[in-house]
């Protein structure tokens, strides 16, 4: 739908034609309607649909710049999702009118520093620890807050943090307030605790994704899946602009990371636990200003990385929780104007539980020789 259809603020407006923004997604389009009237919704939808713009817009749109007390909390994960939100709502500031202001609530700063801004930023964009650390420092009223957004739900029951998220919002929130939460993966598990949670009445919103995304696996044990891994980047028929290299444990990353190095792939890099917050911004930068061809990650850790240049995922390991092979999916095919791929090693015993999440979620499997 054309970016004129919603009464969104006409500042936003010019911001989203600013970035050749001309027509909102499937997401944005179901979702924005019911946020411009603080409905509570709980929005399944696909990484790279749009789902940030589908609540920045309306929850920026409802704000009283007059009213220098927090009315929205944006709840995250982790820290770097937290960062790449509070990106976006710095660009879309430059556009305002009147100031925007945000505040994070992450870790890694000054405590003294946020208890002196915390409560009086129109927007507070935090990690459920980190906000009831604060808040415990300083108790600080939030009476004027209209809604909640949870970002990521499925990531933070993952993380143990929704309970301590909840607590807080028991203890320190209206519940007349709006609850709006967002992921890629919403199981009937996650969905049964959201509404014995909340009382709040949910509009559900679901969004599949778009674009074909062509699957190939590859046939390996676990003895020669490095050598597999050397061929398929060595390979004719993969060039890729970026390509995630997804692991299951924090300690393998390390190990993928230095065996492409020892092979001689340039352009390298990895993400883990071990980096510094320091390393951390520094990777991102990198990221963002394309020096980074093959970056090796887990799942956790890349959930924090938006990015919309990612033509290849390959799965060093299947997830350990099928669902979040539709979040690996999801990361690309976010730009280019093409199709995004995906290459799967699997052993005998994977290909079935790959065979299961495609049947699933109706993925066409294609078997690749390297």
């Keep these: 739908m054309d970016i004129q259809a919603f009464n969104i603020l006409d500042t936003l407006k010019v911001f989203l034609k600013s970035k050749n923004f001309k027509n909102f997604t499937p997401v944005q389009d179901k979702t924005i309607p019911l946020l411009l009237k603080e409905k509570s ?13 589908s609540f ?12 220098d007390k927090t009315q929205y909390i944006i709840f995250v994960p982790t820290r770097e999702l937290g960062i790449q939100i509070k990106k976006e709502i710095t660009k879309i500031n430059e ?6 202001k945000t505040q994070l609530l992450i870790g890694g ?6 208890m002196k801004k915390y409560g009086k930023s ?27 957004i949870i970002d990521e739900v499925d990531m933070v029951v993952d993380f143990g943090s929704f309970e301590e ?11 007349t307030i709006s609850v709006s939460i967002f992921s890629a993966t919403l199981n009937q598990e996650i969905k049964k605790m959201v509404s ?27 003895r020669s899946k490095f050598l597999v891994l050397e061929k398929l980047l060595n390979s004719d028929f993969i060039n890729p602009y970026l390509a995630i290299i997804f692991v299951n444990k924090n300690d393998e990353v390390y190990k993928v990371f230095k065996f492409l190095e020892k092979e001689g792939f340039i352009n390298v890099a990895f993400f883990n636990k071990e980096l510094s917050q320091r390393e951390r911004k520094r990777l991102l930068k990198n990221l963002n200003n394309d020096k980074i061809v093959y970056l090796v990650t887990t799942d956790l850790m890349a959930r924090g990385i938006d ?22 999916i999801g990361r690309t095919n976010r730009s280019f104007n093409k199709q995004g791929q995906i290459y799967s090693l699997v052993n005998e015993k994977e290909l079935q539980k790959l065979h299961n999440i495609a049947d699933k979620n109706k993925i066409n499997l294609v078997k690749k020789r390297v």
């Design 122 to 148: 129109h927007i507070i964009v935090a990690t459920p620890s980190r906000i009831t650390e604060i808040h415990k420092l300083k108790p600080t009223s939030l009476s004027e807050v209209k809604g909640i």
């Design 56 to 67: 920045l817009l309306p929850i920026i749109t409802n704000i009283d710049f007059n009213l």
């Design 95 to 100: 556009f305002l009118d009147q100031e925007l």
């Design 41 to 53: 919704v709980l929005v399944k939808a696909p990484t790279g649909s749009g789902k940030t713009f």
């Design 196 to 222: 014995k949670t909340f009382t709040n009445i949910f509009t559900e919103v679901n969004v599949n994704l778009e674009k074909p995304i062509t699957n190939y696996y590859i046939k390996t044990d676990d």
């Design 165 to 175: 998220l909840f607590d807080f919002y028991q203890k320190n929130l209206k519940k």
């Design 307 to 328: 990015l919309l240049n990612i033509t290849h995922v390959i799965n060093f390991d299947l997830p350990f929780d099928n669902n979040y092979y539709m979040h690996r």
């Design 109 to 114: 700063s000054e405590k003294n520093e946020e």
